[in-house]
């Protein structure tokens, strides 16, 4: 089923993704810490500050064409991305990060689920990060996100409560089960680490209200050999059953004697309301300059003309390209369809061109090869995944599709 353009932000999935980068510079402290338990708080913080972009962002990303792909390099960060969306039955999307310190690399396959008031987006996957100087391997997967009240009343979102555990057997026989840290904040806010013992002590002095809108304590998980991460507390649990919209964000801070912040969220632009709710980077992942233009591919999301017209605030045309490119891929001829501007024709144009695209590999029994991914096991993790070939990075692109 296609979605009416007003529903989309003027980003792609691809896009979307490369917003887990925007607090980088965790993992380079992460890199360069000689404490363990040091690098793997920050490799916490990281996977949570990856959500918190998502705080007030009610609308859904494009959904990226076979073939399409996402470049972003930060030199000031450190690192270049490259993402292709390398299946589309199921969809599927891959993702590579290098620096100097890490590589950050893995795939997603996002599933929705209606559940009459609310929608649940599953996004599957696994996700991993290898520190270079330590040899290091930490994996994870995205949170459950539910958007509630999607047919009557203000549309809000919330992260599922989660717990993460490694699997039996990682860890060396005799490793100490001794818990050493506790992670406390809020995924909108910062994060914190404070000392277990004297996180315990804390606890001892606290009342938990489970009906409370502000509850201060939002993370009882401690970093041992058997847990290591961010669980929902109280508020998640008041709230994960109701589609109420919770009266004030937690309070992030805990207060504890001895805490330390570990990551705390860039505040919004003062024109974010007026712009999707989007956080200064995620404005500028679909910035294009003519000096970034002349060596992009054909295939960057930066240069479809759904989500350029949607920015530009030209819904009819960001529409009827949608449908053209979904078209194109599907394999189905042009329909007419009723817009009311430039960019709602503009995303059906684009849907419509899609769908011709795939009804002509099926009529030559031809099957669809990524570009620069391929499916094999990963030398490090020993897991089946999307792998880079390192091909993007000599600019050669003559075996780009045409999917715009």
């Not at 929608?119 to 995205?142: A, Q, R």
């Not at 937690?250 to 024109?271: C, H, M, S, Y």
């Not at 045309?317 to 599907?330: F, H, V, Y």
Request: charged share 25%; proline share 6%; aromatic share 10%.
């Amino acid at each position: 089923m296609t979605m009416p353009v007003i529903f989309n932000e003027p980003l792609s999935l691809l896009q979307r993704m490369a917003e887990h980068m925007e607090y980088a510079y965790l993992l380079e402290k992460a890199g360069t810490a000689t404490d363990p338990v040091e690098r793997m708080q920050y490799v916490c913080a990281f996977a949570v500050s990856s959500m918190s972009s998502n705080w007030d962002r009610l609308g859904k990303p494009f959904n990226c064409l076979l073939g399409e792909t996402f470049e972003l390099q930060r030199n000031d960060l450190g690192f270049r991305l490259i993402s292709e969306q390398v299946s589309h039955h199921p969809p599927i999307s891959a993702f590579h990060v290098e620096s100097d310190l890490f590589q950050f690399h893995g795939s997603i396959h996002p599933r929705l689920k209606f559940w009459g008031k609310s929608v649940e987006v599953n996004p599957k996957g696994v996700i991993t990060l290898e520190l270079t100087k330590f040899g290091e391997v930490y994996t994870w997967s995205n949170v459950n996100c539910c958007v509630h009240n999607v047919i009557v009343g203000k549309l809000w979102v919330e992260h599922k409560p989660v717990g993460f555990k490694p699997r039996k057997g990682w860890a060396p026989p005799g490793l100490s089960k001794t818990k050493v840290k506790a992670l406390l904040g809020s995924w909108v806010q910062a994060l914190y680490a404070v000392d277990v013992s004297t996180y315990e002590q804390f606890l001892k002095t606290q009342k938990f209200d489970s009906s409370a809108d502000n509850p201060t304590v939002l993370s009882r998980n401690g970093i041992s050999s058997e847990e290591a991460g961010v669980s929902g507390g109280a508020a998640a649990a008041a709230i994960s059953d109701t589609d109420d919209i919770p009266g004030v964000l937690p309070n992030a801070d805990p207060g504890i004697p001895g805490q330390v912040l570990l990551w705390k969220a860039f505040p919004r632009p003062e024109t974010t309301n007026q712009f999707f709710s989007f956080t200064l980077y995620a404005m500028m992942l679909n910035e294009l300059t003519d000096n970034l233009k002349d060596r992009l591919p054909p295939t960057d999301s930066r240069l479809r003309p759904d989500i350029r017209l949607l920015e530009q605030g030209d819904i009819d045309g960001a529409a009827i390209e949608k449908n053209r490119l979904e078209e194109k891929q599907r394999g189905h001829p042009i329909r007419s369809v009723k817009v009311f501007d430039t960019a709602a024709m503009e995303k059906n144009r684009l849907e419509e061109k899609q769908r011709s695209a795939r009804r002509e590999r099926k009529k030559k029994k031809e099957e669809w090869t990524p570009v620069w991914f391929h499916y094999g096991i990963h030398p490090t993790t020993g897991k089946e995944d999307w792998l880079f070939n390192k091909d993007y990075w000599q600019r050669d692109w003559s075996r780009c599709p045409d999917i715009f």
